[in-house]
């Protein structure tokens, strides 16, 4: 196929002929013969064959004596059969067995009397208690066939039938070039602008699961000359290069024009969202890949695109992760042109899966640490809505997502201490909380997609807090509310307040930027409840409508410097060391429907939120106000 710039080939018809090109340019494996201490965990590249019997001599099985198996005959509890010292001879566990001897009688079935003669009173079959020669391998037995991967068991196997060393499937070296002018070596405090690299000890780990060895070269500048030099060195030192990078359309985006030049391209653009400039080519007989820049971008590429090459090396069946059918928890629109690769998490709730989407960027690199699942929304779908199945990749074990609490509504980073606390108090369990604001939360309680959620929901009425909410979403009840704990909310400030800020009226001043969060969230409420009780158009508040889903990204956007202000609670504040001007205390509780209450981890979570170490946190984090956590406020 010619080379087009920038092509829109779908991700299975990319991979399918990315394999027969790679075929008619020779790409094969190599091999090599490496001592049996060493094997474990790699493939055969032959048969292997049993140079020895195992065992390789007649061996007692059992600790007792060797005799001749007719010399006991006869004998019962009350025909006893009496063998001289001539007649046995003592053997332990693993002992040859003695000529003229055919059978061995365990040490328990003797009676040794004092004139050093034995009492028999079972009789002994010829050949019992003998490992006989080749009873777990014969020689000339094939021990592994080629293309196995071998196991502790399959190695010990291979001593015992006498192979010290096997030919096996060389791990291929897979280059990895990180590109760049705006990268730099991981360092903690990089200054604005720089851009740690961290992508290629992410691709260096996963190819390192995959049983490949990575060589990681140092960042090459955007200059098309050293780029060309440091390929052409990776070529000559690996068996597979990565060009991480450059392989967009910018004015600095070589890595296509330079794989053309060293050797051929396949393909430039795949119809997938995130990984869409994506480079397919080879040098030789040698695959290279280009890698798009963000990481998100470069973990799909890899494991889409990287992982069938490897399979093909090692002459493995094509990867088949484990999937599930999952509800999704919210709408996720994509479009027409692309097949797009979502991140989720998962959980386990009343019986069913249930997918909350993660942050979509494709420089979002916590989303996949975060993930649980991958969900594909194939090339020309629209999207899903709510409440659709789905299928799941799962990126963890099934088991794991059935101990795991589904919390889904307000954010609050105590959400984070408590996922701490219960994992460390029992292994087998998790928290999984996605950030949604308080109504979705109790959207998600109606639908039976959570086990629990934040809430804490201002009615302006009477300055309550949850109750009349409840109320009016569960008119039949079957939920309950927990209390968690009173905060401080207030506004999130620079450093030394240099805007000089006193109150919600200074948020309409001019040049004032602000931060908000999400319609729907408690926090959004409130503030759109103080600006209406001070008769101000929100309209005239600049960044009103800049919407961040958590507290702590509320604050890092002041502490950054692209905003003045935001809404939050104090604990937020003291984590980005901001100034804070107290607004109100509110009251966060625990919304927890009656299908979930009496599950294991939900009474785990109760426990722990009734411990001393739960409050020690929350001091820790400051501006929370505790009274009873888990005590049961309401049942409605």
Known sequence: MGFQYLTNIPLEEARDGYMSFLAEHGFAHKTGT??????????????VYAHICAPHYHAS??????????DTFGAGETTPVTLTPEQYTVVDTGDPLPDGCDAVVMIEDVVNLEDGNVRLHVSAAPWQNIRQIGEDICAGEMILPAYTRITPAAAGAMIAGGVLKAEVICPPVIGIIPTGDEIVEPKEDPAPGDIL???????????????AEPKVYPICPDKKDLLKEELSLALKECDIVLVNAG??????????AIIGELGEVFCHGIAIKPGKPAILGACGSKPVIGVPGYPVSGIIVVDQLLKPVLDAWFNQPKGHSEEIKAILSR?????????EFVRVRVGCVDGKYV?????????????????????????GLEGYEAGSEVTVRLLKPEHELQNTIVVIGSHDPLMDELSDLIHTADPEMNLSSSHVGSMGGIMAARRGEAHLGGVHLLDEADGTYNTSFIRKYFPNGGVRLVECVGRTQGLMIQKGNPKGIKGVADLQREGLRYVNRQKGSGTRILIDYLCKKENIDTGKIYGYD????????????IASDSADAGMGIYSAAMLYDLDFIPVCTEQYDLLIPDYAWETPMVQKLIEVLKSDAFRKRL?????????????????F
């Open 619 to 635: 001091e820790a984090l400051g501006g929370y106000t505790i009274g009873d956590p888990g005590t049961v406020r309401m049942h």
């Open 247 to 256: 392989s967009s359309a910018g004015r600095e985006d070589y890595s296509s």
């Open 197 to 211: 690299e961290f992508n290629s000890t992410i691709f260096s780990s996963m190819v390192k699961e995959w049983g």
């Open 331 to 339: 709408p996720v629109i994509s479009g027409l042109k692309y097949e």
């Open 34 to 47: 490496v001592p049996v201490a060493q094997l474990c965990g790699m493939i055969t590249a032959a048969p």
């Open 546 to 557: 800049r919407e961040e889903f958590t507290h702590t990204s509320v604050a890092a956007q």
């Open 355 to 379: 997918a909350s989407p993660l942050n979509r960027g494709a420089g979002v690199v916590s989303s996949f640490m975060k993930a649980d699942g991958i969900m594909a929304v194939p090339q």
């Open 61 to 70: 099985a059992m600790d007792g004596i060797a005799v001749k198996a007719s």
